[in-house]
């Protein structure tokens, strides 16, 4: 008995001892999926965590929050916000503040602790948000200031030329400060600084909008920045949208908004209990003629260091020369805060080769498409000009193809100051390219004068994949560049040519890819918000939106992004509040298009078609051959049914009228009839005209009766190998869901087949000629240059996606989004011999990396803390596996087979998996 209880006892301090070196910590709070936020306009803001631990088989089971007005407060566990309680619940995402009302400005200070299977944690590190000015009222008496008129030099054109205007304000503060915070909209674009600093390391801000709908503003901390006594704000406004690219020219078209404007708040709160709150106003003093004498997004920025203004945004500059700004219309869109990240330089690059031209000027070469824009780095003469232009190709001369930009000058001008060596780079516009032709140096340059910088919305990057294919793994790098250089605020389709336009088609699936690689749950929730904003009185959804450009074709596939993307929110981040708040518009759009386009149970109207399908000769961009076309009402009807269950799962999710349910069933159903009706052949088994993109959306979708599933997949598989032999023949629309319905119908060798291919029309044919990032064409080496893209993200279709859940095997349980539960079920047979790859989910990193051989399969895995997963592994007994080398029954939960897996759940942590 006695040697009993010392062995338990041993046993217990062993226990403690190792649970003690694996401690559970608290960390990552984010308010609204952003870290430590300033400014926020969300009344009851959602408030979310993470585990950092290295023990397994962690849960949570209850929460406390505490939410304080100070820092002192917060670390006395004086909640005067709110303090939850003890509350049992195993949620660690999106828990909503349930505290006293929040005004506006309001701080709040908070932390958390948790209870676990394991234990109580200790609190967590304190996290902090601030609320925005929440009304309209509050910005009353703050004036748009700005002056609209045009300067020498300026052009309102169809090459719009307008110079930056460069604005300041001194101001006296006699008190002590204990805090301050600056709240500006600056538009298009600005730059903010207190006493010759900048505020902050963003780029190109903020993020644009439809300004007469909405507009965003930014908050900063200026307390260390201002001291007592005189201080200047100074700020520079370039035109972004605002002023847009493209002036009188196609006005039907293009939305311009005015010449730039601001208006701004900079609240202090002094030591003495007192505020003061500066606002914008006539007395403000600008000039235009300064050194950034124009900047224009597709043709660049001009900067003439002769013209540069020694102190402009300090105290001691006499400013009695400048104009006073004037009291602007404002542009007519709300005020919001906000709640996505701005752009910043992301990254660097190195060029990798600089060559002489014959014409005298040289050619750079930075090894890698990528968007943003060039440092230089010159010594020359005093207006010596160097002009930088960027293109992504070369011709086979060697000199810069720019036909594909259309008319977008995308050309920097550097006018030198003569003063020594003068290091400069742009501010107010980016560039989509490879390849700089420079000219106007004095003498031979090395590579060292030039650094590329990437510049793309502040998000995180959270996935990685690697494989034994190196085509894969080329395709993979591509779309990490395309996707991340084509984050400007919004999704757009290219950043090089005059076009850079958030369409809505690019981003029906490939949001969810992307999804896999960056948290984006942010920039597509403020792009919902940008879809509602264009939607018309009667319900209709541009093709673009912000809608800068005038596009209502009015069709399904293109516009039922707005419902895909919501979709994607719900399945990746288990974002329900984006359902609900655009739920009502989501149902308006499907109401006008029941209403407008809805006959005999199908929908025709289409505008797009199956979007840049590989054309039958490969100087063409859009194939005219009708065997290769889908007819557009088999792609609207289809995917409006697509639609229909999708909405009908959102209407259950929210709770909606249950009215809302019956009648996308009944909706759906009707639909489901009419088009196999009409497009089925019951004698060949095959859709329409038989193209891969007719049968793979019903397959997808669901719309196949039963019995002829398998025959309508086989026959699909045959037009796959045999008609197209083994390459893909679908365009954006059949790209986004084809290789995961090949996979889910067991073809995923065909998938790979296709993923892996090098030659035409193929991802792989892209790698193999030289491209970096992934082309708008299937043929974008040798189509007509009017519509050549090579930095478009549209036909990645599902591939990404494909990539994580089907080879990876990382997928989130419908059931339990946000990967509460994971599904991990990678396609060991594709033909793959390994997939290394990692996803950082709500919960934390989720890793799978596989090895498989002849005899053997291993497979190590990551679970994080709060979640479980579902493993399949290809074995029909226990015994042939083993679970960090015991026995599969000692770890894993509710193994049952299913076809040739064992199938059973894991709980959170690492595991080392091996199937004989």
Known sequence: MIKRT?????????????????????????????????????????????????APNIEQQAYQILVASSPAQLAANEADLWDSGKVQSAESLYVVYSGKELDSQKEAYWKVKTWTNKGETSWSKPAHWSMGILTYAEWKSTRWIGYNQLFPGDSVSQFSKLAARYIRKNIALEKPIKDAKVYIMGMGLYELYINGQKIGDQVLAPVPTDYTKNVKYNVFDVTDELSVGRNTIGSILGNGRFFAMRQEYKPYKIKSFGFPKMALQLVIRYTDGSSETIKTDESWKFTADGPIRANNEYDGEIYDARKEIPNWNEVAFDDSAWKNLTWVQEPGGFYEGQMTPNMKVKDTVTPISIKATKSGSYILDMGQNMVGWLQLRVKGTRGDAITMKFAESLKEDGTLYT????????????????????????????????????TGLSSKPKLTDFIGKVVYDDLETVGFFESSDETMNQIFENAYWGIRGNYKGMPIDCPQ???????????????????????????????LDDIKYAQTQDGGIPDVAPAFWRYYGDGVTWQGTYITVADMLYKHYGDVVSIK????????????MEANYLNNNLIAKDKYGDWCVPPESLEIIRS?????????????????YHLLKLMEKFAGLIDANPEDIKHYQNLSDRIKNAFNAKFLDKEKLVY???????????????????????????NMTHEIEVTKNSHISTGVVGTQFLMRTLTEFGRGDLAYTLASNKTYPSWGYMAENGATTIWELWNGNTADPEMNSQNHVMLLGDLMIWYFENMAGIKSDPEHPAFKKVIMKPDFNAGLKFVNASYKSGYGEIKSNWKRDKKKLSWELSIPPNSSAKIYVPASKNSEVKINKQPLDHLATTIVKQEDSLVFELPSGDYSILVN
């Open 688 to 714: 329409a005209n038989n193209t891969v993109t007719a049968n793979v959306l019903p397959l997808a979708f669901g719309m196949v009766p039963k019995e002829f599933e398998q025959d309508v997949f086989k």
């Open 403 to 438: 036909a594909n930009l259309r008319d977008a000058r995308a050309t920097d001008t550097y006018i030198l100051s003569g003063n020594g060596t003068e290091i400069w780079e742009p501010k107010f516009v980016y560039h989509g390219f490879r390849f700089v032709e420079i």
């Open 6 to 54: 010392i062995i338990r006892v041993i046993a217990l301090f062993f226990t403690s001892l190792i649970f003690a070196q694996s401690e559970i910590e608290v960390v990552d709070l984010q308010c609204e999926m952003l870290k430590n936020p300033l400014g926020i306009d969300v009344l009851d803001p959602r408030l979310s965590w993470r585990f950092k631990t290295s």
């Open 581 to 592: 708040k655009h739920y009502p518009y989501m149902k308006k759009w499907i109401m006008y």
């Open 624 to 640: 005219q051959d009708p065997s290769r076309l889908t007819d557009g009402e088999v792609l609207s009807s289809a995917f409006y």
């Open 497 to 527: 040519r005059n076009e850079r336009q958030p369409w809505l088609g690019d981003r029906t699936t490939g949001a969810y890819g992307e999804s896999f690689l960056f948290d984006n749950q942010t920039l597509y929730a403020k792009w």
